[in-house]
């Protein structure tokens, strides 16, 4: 059985943030970049333990070798919880 996809208000900022930010100078670009970091985060229900172990507790992180993102999420027994979704240029959180 796959588990449901719950975004946070955090994640779902971060997503609005990225695709505007990239659109600036590429539309399509942006377009592409959102577009891929949904697909992966699509695959986490069949795959939770897909992304490595966190940095911070209790988290994994799906690394995007395509696109310098990083997306946080959280493993539960019903559903997964994406935290957030960092460049990874950006320093990384010490809490979700």
Do not use: C
């Amino acid at each position: 059985m796959s588990l449901r996809i719950k975004w946070s208000r955090r994640a779902l900022a971060r997503l609005d943030h990225i695709g505007a930010y990239i659109a600036r100078h590429d539309q399509g670009a942006a377009g592409r970049v959102i577009a891929r970091i949904q697909s992966i985060v699509e695959t986490l229900p069949d795959y939770p333990l897909m992304g490595k172990v966190g940095r911070v507790a209790g988290t994994r992180e799906m690394v995007l070798s395509d696109i310098p993102y990083i997306v946080a999420y959280r493993a539960k027994e019903n559903e997964i919880e994406i935290l957030t979704i960092l460049h990874t240029s950006l320093r990384w959180p010490k809490s979700f």
